[in-house]
């Protein structure tokens, strides 16, 4: 089986900034790519960003030069370095693994997410 372990996630002033962090822990052989995505209230699940094996970055248009999204040292890791955060930014941020290979098939799979508020 295949875990998200995902943390970073807290209340913070309007401008400030967050770092989000996920790892993938299981029996893995690789993984194409990770990223974050949030659900708005009414809307379906949105891209933040994503970041694939061979480091192509993709952005949501909404968070392009406020958010970076990184590989950590650690294996299977995924960082999201969020800046000047604004209250819009407020939601549930899940990380996804995409196309991850195990003993098992290739499937995608997703953590249980961590709140990002952003306010007084």
């Known amino acids: 089986q295949v875990q998200l372990e995902e943390s970073g996630g807290g209340l913070v002033q309007p401008g400030g900034s967050l770092r989000l962090s996920c790892k993938a822990s299981g029996s893995i052989f690789s993984i194409a790519a990770m990223g974050w995505y949030r659900q708005p209230a009414g809307k379906q699940r949105e891209l933040v960003a994503t970041?694939?094996?061979?480091?192509?970055?993709d952005y949501g248009d909404s968070v392009k030069g406020r958010f970076t999204i990184s590989r950590d040292d650690a294996e299977n890791t995924v960082l999201l370095q969020m800046n000047s955060l604004k209250p819009e930014d407020t939601d549930v941020y899940y990380c996804?693994?995409?196309?991850?290979?195990?003993?098992?098939?290739?499937?995608?799979?997703w953590g249980q997410g961590t709140r990002v508020t952003v306010g007084s």
């Open positions: 970041i694939t094996r061979r480091d192509r970055r």
């Open positions: 996804k693994a995409i196309r991850v290979a195990t003993p098992d098939g290739v499937s995608d799979y």
